[in-house]
């Protein structure tokens, strides 16, 4: 009797042994295996390396057990099939979807080269160089058309919208002004039409924003005495408006039913105004609070009318204002405040623009929210001797346009290099992830690894499709970060 008992113990031991070898020794291949090759398959994050290192450990321990499993298949096969079912539930659920590059455009070369703007449109990506234009297909990767400047001129302007097909670009010999506009068909890249500007000196080949724009279907060119607008499609006459008396043009922009000039002045502020872009006809006029003059101003959204200024001398208004139908001041946020610094330019609170002729801001105008990245001096900190570990955190903040007061703040892994709106939703890139956050409530609707190649520095971003974006990089001349990628997630 005792004998059959110690038989039957030995025998229920064995059985244990090969099931638990089986289960824990499966699901620690299979979590390995997922960190492996997930990738290709659209999973990412942090999560993902934390568990290729259990699966390590785990299989330390448990690998002599599968195989054991595997040597007993009656207990032993039901039992690998157990874990591997565990196995993949627990790695589907942890492991988060990622986005890896759909396709890369070549390097640029030379490698002195660095993009001044771009545009996304539903079927294209087109890059802007001093040197020449270049439109890739958004599905594929293929260049679509490519036009170069005439003689050794350089790009030196373009609009930051787009209208019935065609964008404007400006160019002008090196050392002269960009003195020629040209409306570009965006289908074929061939010009619809040119015409001379009445345009300042300029520095070398530099380029600058906000001198041309599309409104409704007037392009709007800025010259030096005021603006003048033309037909979009074929770049004839339609109307001039001249700046106030000791004002200078500083800066344009449109929007479907508007067109929204700035000023610099020698007496009193700058001057904001918004015009109809079929006439011209003044619709607000509006003397900015601002004693000292501008360094730099932008026109985040045309409706609701929202413009960032910078004004000269550490005490001025550095702020985003936001304007009601009159035209007057109904709200101002501080670019620097007691909580953050905003990150209005992109590339940290107080950074130049990254692209010159087309800058690719960080600040977003959704309904009536504005949301920026908001930054703290220790967002990011290196640990070492040799700052060989670094920890970073980031966050978008949303602020009331009808008030200035703050609506909401959404966590990030990292600082923003990239800020794109779909929508009511907002997302941001950082060096490791993009993030989908409605912008109603400050919720994070999703967030996706980034696998592969890594953003480090700002980029243009743009949605293209369900969990599908285009990324332009300012600097395309290496692998690492290439002039332009898709990024979504493996089908």
Same mark, same amino acid.
């Given at each position: =009797?005792?004998?059959?008992?110690?038989?039957?113990?030995?025998?229920?031991?064995?059985?244990?042994?090969?099931?638990?070898?089986?289960?824990?020794?499966?699901?620690?291949?299979?979590?390995?295996?997922?960190?492996?090759?997930?990738?290709?398959?659209?999973?990412?994050?942090?999560?993902?390396?934390? =568990?290729?290192?259990?699966?390590?450990?785990?299989? =330390?321990?448990?690998?002599?057990?599968?195989?054991?499993?595997?040597?007993?298949?009656?207990?032993?096969?039901?039992?690998?099939?157990?874990?591997?079912?565990?196995?993949?539930?627990?790695?589907?659920?942890?492991?988060?979807?990622?986005?890896?590059?759909?396709?890369?455009?070549?390097?640029?070369?030379?490698?002195?080269?660095?993009?001044?703007?771009?545009?996304?449109?539903?079927?294209?990506?087109?890059?802007?160089?001093?040197?020449?234009?270049?439109?890739?297909?958004?599905?594929?990767?293929?260049?679509?058309?490519?036009?170069?400047?005439?003689?050794?001129?350089?790009?030196?302007? =373009?609009?930051?919208?787009?209208?019935?097909?065609?964008?404007?670009?400006?160019?002008?010999?090196?050392?002269?002004?960009?003195?020629?506009?040209?409306?570009?068909?965006?289908?074929?890249?061939?010009?619809?039409?040119?015409?001379?500007?009445?345009?300042?000196?300029?520095?070398?080949?530099?380029?600058?924003?906000?001198?041309?724009?599309?409104?409704?279907?007037?392009?709007?060119?800025?010259?030096?005495?005021?603006?003048?607008?033309?037909?979009?499609?074929?770049?004839?006459?339609?109307?001039?408006?001249?700046?106030?008396?000791?004002?200078?043009?500083?800066?344009?922009?449109?929007?479907?039913?508007?067109?929204?000039?700035?000023?610099?002045?020698?007496?009193?502020?700058?001057?904001?105004?918004?015009?109809?872009?079929?006439?011209?006809?003044?619709?607000?006029?509006?003397?900015?609070?601002?004693?000292?003059?501008?360094?730099?101003?932008?026109?985040?959204?045309?409706?609701?009318?929202?413009?960032?200024?910078?004004?000269?001398?550490?005490?001025?208004?550095?702020?985003?204002?936001?304007?009601?139908?009159?035209?007057?001041?109904?709200?101002?946020?501080?670019?620097?405040?007691?909580?953050?610094?905003?990150?209005?330019?992109?590339?940290?609170?107080?950074?130049?623009?990254?692209?010159?002729?087309?800058?690719?801001?960080?600040?977003?105008?959704?309904?009536?929210?504005?949301?920026?990245?908001?930054?703290?001096?220790?967002?990011?900190?290196?640990?070492?001797?040799?700052?060989?570990?670094?920890?970073?955190?980031?966050?978008?903040?949303?602020?009331?346009?009808?008030?200035?007061?703050?609506?909401?703040?959404?966590?990030?892994?990292?600082?923003?290099?990239?800020?794109?709106?779909?929508?009511?939703?907002?997302?941001?890139?950082?060096?490791?992830?993009?993030?989908?956050?409605?912008?109603?409530?400050?919720?994070?609707?999703?967030?996706?690894?980034?696998?592969?190649?890594?953003?480090?520095?700002?980029?243009?971003?743009?949605?293209?499709?369900?969990?599908?974006?285009?990324?332009?990089?300012?600097?395309?001349?290496?692998?690492?970060?290439?002039?332009?990628?898709?990024?979504?997630?493996?089908?």
């Amino acid at each position: =009797m005792a004998g059959n008992i110690k038989d039957r113990l030995k025998v229920d031991q064995e059985i244990l042994g090969v099931v638990s070898g089986g289960v824990f020794g499966a699901l620690f291949l299979v979590l390995g295996l997922g960190a492996l090759f997930g990738g290709h398959y659209g999973y990412g994050g942090d999560a993902v390396a934390s =568990m290729g290192f259990i699966a390590i450990l785990g299989l =330390m321990v448990c690998g002599a057990g599968l195989l054991y499993a595997l040597f007993h298949p009656r207990f032993g096969l039901p039992s690998v099939a157990l874990g591997t079912l565990i196995g993949l539930g627990i790695f589907v659920h942890f492991a988060g979807l990622g986005v890896k590059d759909d396709w890369t455009a070549p390097p640029d070369r030379p490698s002195d080269i660095r993009a001044i703007g771009s545009w996304s449109t539903a079927d294209l990506v087109v890059r802007a160089r001093p040197d020449k234009v270049v439109a890739y297909r958004a599905t594929t990767g293929d260049t679509a058309w490519s036009w170069t400047p005439p003689a050794e001129d350089s790009v030196c302007a =373009m609009s930051r919208e787009t209208g019935h097909g065609i964008g404007l670009f400006a160019h002008g010999a090196h050392g002269r002004p960009c003195a020629t506009a040209i409306a570009l068909d965006l289908a074929t890249g061939t010009p619809r039409w040119t015409a001379n500007l009445d345009a300042p000196l300029r520095t070398g080949d530099t380029a600058a924003p906000g001198l041309l724009a599309v409104a409704g279907d007037r392009a709007v060119l800025q010259e030096t005495g005021g603006w003048r607008a033309v037909s979009l499609t074929d770049g004839s006459a339609a109307w001039r408006s001249a700046v106030d008396p000791d004002c200078a043009p500083l800066r344009v922009a449109g929007g479907p039913d508007t067109a929204v000039t700035v000023a610099q002045c020698t007496k009193g502020g700058p001057v904001l105004r918004t015009l109809a872009p079929q006439d011209g006809q003044e619709r607000t006029h509006t003397v900015l609070p601002l004693a000292n003059g501008l360094n730099d101003a932008a026109v985040l959204s045309a409706d609701p009318l929202t413009v960032w200024v910078d004004e000269q001398g550490d005490r001025g208004t550095h702020a985003v204002l936001a304007f009601d139908r009159a035209g007057k001041v109904r709200s101002t946020i501080p670019v620097s405040g007691d909580e953050y610094d905003l990150d209005v330019t992109l590339g940290g609170a107080h950074a130049v623009h990254q692209f010159e002729a087309r800058p690719a801001y960080g600040a977003v105008v959704v309904g009536d929210l504005l949301v920026v990245p908001g930054e703290k001096p220790d967002d990011v900190t290196f640990g070492g001797a040799k700052h060989n570990s670094r920890h970073a955190t980031g966050r978008l903040v949303a602020y009331s346009l009808a008030d200035g007061g703050k609506r909401w703040t959404a966590g990030l892994d990292d600082q923003v290099t990239g800020l794109a709106v779909d929508g009511t939703r907002v997302w941001a890139m950082t060096r490791n992830s993009l993030t989908g956050v409605d912008t109603a409530t400050g919720h994070e609707d999703e967030s996706l690894a980034v696998l592969g190649t890594e953003s480090d520095d700002p980029s243009d971003l743009a949605p293209d499709g369900p969990s599908r974006f285009t990324v332009v990089a300012q600097d395309g001349t290496t692998d690492a970060e290439p002039p332009v990628r898709a990024v979504a997630v493996p089908r």
